[in-house]
């Protein structure tokens, strides 16, 4: 799969539009994010091997235009990577279906990020998805160092710098002041914050691209589509915007979602 084209940056100059909308909107507090306007909110949905098995198209009905999917580990006690379990048959599954995907990998301290980074491209290649990469970061006390050599090396073969998911509370362990600002000002975030639509941001960052706002106890798995694994699902709002950078929609994306997912054989309601 071709590389996609260079995503927002954290930092990268707004138009006065935008910077008109800015001025108008109604503040976040201090620290936190912007809520994504509901006209410019498009539904992702991120997965595991842990959501078991994945319907893409009842995904799709359900109002989620695209998920993020883990593609590689590096495990906790053991200097070892490995392959997520369900990559293959989701990423399969959602190319099938021209579904928008992007892959993730969950980084630890127990090999070096540059080490981590070259399995994650070895085993995404050739079905990386639509949508652009990521590095999660959610340890406590793993190096700047090391996220930093992960972004780096992946960026060498990707052509961009990838997306860090991370919560305000998570970036707050990392340590490297030097490299923590470096990723900053060159990686769009992924917020983890549940139940608000005002995210707190990570240390560095004034914007983001992605925000996880609803995971544990939320009980929806299967009205996304997921079977046979964790009851619930994480959910997540993008911008529009940002979205179809790597996934162009149509003018009638919304009235489509019922005729498309019937035609992969989806049989339930149509959208209210």
């Known amino acids: 799969m071709n590389a996609p084209p260079g995503p927002m940056r954290a930092g990268q100059p707004r138009t006065n539009r935008t910077l008109l909308g800015l001025l108008t909107a109604p503040r976040a507090p201090l620290g936190y994010g912007q809520p994504i306007p509901p006209e410019d909110r498009i539904l992702v949905t991120d997965i595991s091997k842990w959501n078991g098995n994945n319907d893409f198209a009842q995904m799709l009905e359900a109002g989620a235009m695209g998920t993020m999917m883990r593609a590689s580990l590096c495990w906790l006690n053991n200097p070892q990577c490995a392959t997520d379990d369900k990559f293959a048959q989701n990423s399969q599954a959602a190319s099938a279906l021209q579904y928008p995907f ?50 780096e090396t992946a960026a060498e073969t990707l052509g961009y710098y990838l997306s860090i998911y991370t919560s305000g509370y998570f970036w707050g362990k990392v340590s490297g002041t030097t490299d923590k600002t470096w990723l900053s000002a060159h990686c769009p975030l992924w917020v983890a914050h549940w139940n608000t639509l005002n995210p707190l941001l990570p240390t560095g960052w004034n914007e983001y691209a992605m925000h996880q706002w609803s995971a544990d106890g939320n009980g929806r798995a299967a009205e996304f589509g997921s079977t046979g694994g964790d009851p619930d699902i994480d959910l997540n709002y993008c911008r529009r915007s940002w979205f179809e950078q790597f996934a162009p929609l149509p003018a009638d994306w919304r009235q489509s979602i019922t005729a498309w997912a019937r035609t992969m054989g989806y049989q339930g309601p149509d959208p209210v």
Do not use: I, M
């Open 102 to 151: 992007g892959c993730y990998h969950f980084l630890s301290d127990t090999l070096p990020g540059a080490t981590q980074a070259t399995y994650f491209l070895n085993v995404t290649n050739g079905t990386r998805g639509q949508l652009p990469a990521c590095v999660d970061v959610e340890l406590q006390y793993v190096s700047a160092a090391k996220v930093r050599a992960f972004v």
